[in-house]
């Protein structure tokens, strides 16, 4: 049992690049979410998924896009990076408002 | 708006001497409390859940209402619990969905 698995762990991104970050999660899980963590602040939710289909901003939507086509997978989608896109990020899946169950985290640089 | 706040970035004991983990918050609904953990290369996990009311690992924490604080705590400090903690709302209900604060790192020294 993976729980939740992003890749890359790294990435290292040129201003206005594209790139997808991958979440998996094989617990069969409804919700789904994506934070990024900056130096000094704690995490803040991206977007998130209510189940396939389905989602929703969170508070800091901006610059990203995200699809959930099957309960599995989460992408999250840079459209064109910038360097406050700098961050580690985590994707989540929870089964209702219980313990959310994290990914290991990917650190993105955009130089 | 919904807001968490964790006062100390760091907090350092010794072995043995009591912890607590100072959290706040502010919500105008019924709140949902979580604290979350981070040990060393390993990825975030939930510590404690309000609702439970249980005690894991040997920390607590009380929803105090009043105070609108959620404070962890543990009487007897151990070098393992050396870690990143999270204090977690959800505000969105049955979708499950945080705000964190910044967290605090504890240290405990030998």
């Known amino acids: 049992n993976a729980g939740v698995t992003q890749t890359p762990k790294f990435q290292v991104l040129k201003t206005g690049q594209s790139m997808t970050l991958q979440c998996a999660q094989d617990m069969n899980h409804e919700y789904m979410s994506w934070y990024r963590q900056d130096p000094g602040m704690g995490l803040r939710l991206i977007h998130y998924?209510?189940?396939?289909?389905?989602?929703d901003q969170g508070e800091v939507p901006n610059g990203y896009n995200v699809s959930r086509s099957t309960t599995e997978d989460f992408p999250l989608r840079l459209l064109s990076a910038a360097p406050s896109q700098t961050s580690v990020y985590f994707c989540?899946?929870?089964?209702?408002?219980?313990?959310?169950?994290f990914g290991q985290g990917t650190r993105l640089t955009v130089v | 708006a919904q807001r968490v706040t964790q006062p100390e970035k760091l907090l350092s004991v010794f072995k043995g001497a009591p912890v607590e983990l100072k959290c706040n918050y502010s919500?105008?609904?019924?709140?949902?409390l979580f604290w979350y953990v981070q040990y060393s290369r390993q990825r975030l996990q939930l510590l404690l859940r309000?609702?439970s009311r249980e005690s894991i690992k040997g920390f607590t924490a009380d929803l105090n209402k009043g105070e609108t604080s959620f404070h962890l705590k543990k009487p007897f400090a151990q070098e393992e619990d050396s870690a990143m903690y999270y204090c977690?709302?959800?505000?969105?209900?049955?979708?499950?969905?945080?705000?964190f604060g910044t967290g605090t790192l504890l240290a405990v020294q030998p």
């Open positions: 977690a709302l959800n505000y969105g209900g049955a979708t499950n969905k945080l705000i």
């Open positions: 998924s209510v189940g396939a289909g389905i989602t």
């Open positions: 309000h609702i």
């Open positions: 919500y105008s609904g019924s709140p949902e």
């Open positions: 989540a899946s929870s089964y209702s408002s219980t313990e959310a169950f």
